[in-house]
DNA sequence: TCAAAAGTGTTAGATTTACACCCATGA
DNA sequence: TCATGGGTGTAAATCTAACACTTTTGA
């Protein structure tokens, strides 16, 4: 069956998803224990194995959907983790994927079946094996990612204030900024667009609600590399 | 034997390796023709199948020991490449690492024994499988590495003039800059040393000899993250 | 003596940062 | 009426980009 490549060891290939989530004003990421031997019971991501038949790309896509019912969730490679121990039961490499998604977006029961939760990528406690590390990594590539690409949409409902895209993009990249210079940094994107509506369930005065025009966005020369 | 995970289909792994050069002014890769079927004959990167006994990094510092001679290449990992027909012969996921090295160190001997040669990186021919698409996201990263990381010096001997560093400095960004504007960079970096030496093989006049000086780099508090 | 690469400062413009007060409203 | 979050402009400082001529020396 197999015609090439037959002297050489196959190995065990899993994606491992470090799902993100902002509420309350805090960075969240999705995690649960491990219902799988060895390290049940261990904080761990939620992830699973890659299939014969789809790529990782699928594998990760699935995955997710298989967490939150969720489709075209907003995810990019992390990187692939091959320590030969990285798994104490036997070879297992892993890509990482980080995803975004707006935690309302994701229903709760649904969450609570799958027996996950969300902590604050503060607070992330001691994970099983390499997870840890997926997710500082992640962070990082993140963090990066945010201060030249409109990502934080993934993560806010349709319509946001102006606040709520600040307090996102100070607990991602771990600084407070200006409010005045953060204001005048968003003016200049006319992909981001005030609507008429006002929010008034965060301030007695209420905010202007604003949205991610995407069209806008992919018309803009300076995002054409 | 195996104990967990029996349930799940395993792959095959191999690591692609994009080899930078600094030669003549330009920046090169090393590739070669495909030795094995499928796809034999076809332009490709260097690479091989992962072992069980040992991890990504391991594998990649193998294949690029196998190909050069070289120990303690500069390697950084460029992703997993795993769409399902990516490989014609059979399901092969591939983890591509990018690798900077001085041409002088490569003994041309043994290149040719390899069967492998440099080419421009701007006049990659169409390869086998992803593998051009391997190379454009390593020169990516690399592009964007270089504008933040003293990354130029593995890919240069030990001294080096401030006009070669500009050169290798372009090649990388793909663009020129201003001579006085660089140095004026250059003079901020103390890592960077002046040497009492001069280089009479490229000017008439003779240029200062520079080196990197790694610890003053380590020490550097600009570079703790 | 001249061609070829090395070396060197200044200025204008753009970008970034710091900073403080008034507004609207519901409780 | 007051506490709370929303909203706004200006000036200084820093960083970036543009620019041209002199030096050295081997051929």
């Known amino acids: 069956m197999t015609m090439f490549y ?7 290939l899993s994606v491992d998803c470090i799902i ?18 060895p390290g049940r019971g261990e904080w761990s991501l939620y992830g699973g194995f890659v299939r ?16 939150t019912g969720l489709h075209k969730i907003y995810m990019r490679q ?6 030969v121990d990285r798994d104490p039961g036997e070879r297992v490499v892993s890509v990482a994927y980080y995803a975004l998604i707006n935690v309302k977006d ?8 799958h027996g996950v939760e969300w902590v604050e990528a503060d607070k992330v406690p001691a994970m099983f094996s390499d997870h840890n590390e997926m997710v500082s990594k992640a962070r990082q590539l993140m963090k990066e990612k945010i201060k030249t690409r409109p990502i934080s ?5 349709p319509l946001f204030t102006l606040t709520q895209l600040q307090r996102l993009y100070e607990a991602v990249v771990g600084e407070e900024v200006d409010k005045r210079n953060f204001r005048k940094r968003i003016k200049d ?4 667009e005030k ?11 209420g905010a202007a609600l604003y949205r991610f025009n995407k069209k806008t966005y992919d018309e803009d020369p300076t995002f054409k590399l």
Chains 1, 2 share one sequence.
């Open 6 to 12: 037959q002297e050489f060891q196959k190995v065990l």
């Open 20 to 37: 993100f989530g902002f509420d309350n004003n805090k960075l969240k990421i999705l995690i649960g224990r491990r219902q799988m031997d």
């Open 52 to 67: 014969n038949d789809e790529s990782l790309d699928d594998a990760a896509a699935r995955t997710l959907y298989e967490l």
């Open 78 to 83: 992390v990187g692939a983790f091959g320590s």
């Open 106 to 113: 994701y229903d709760d029961r649904l969450r609570q079946e």
């Open 153 to 157: 949409f993934q993560l806010l409902p």
């Open 189 to 192: 994107m006319d992909y981001i």
């Open 195 to 205: 609507t008429e509506l006002i929010d008034k369930t965060h301030s007695k005065r």
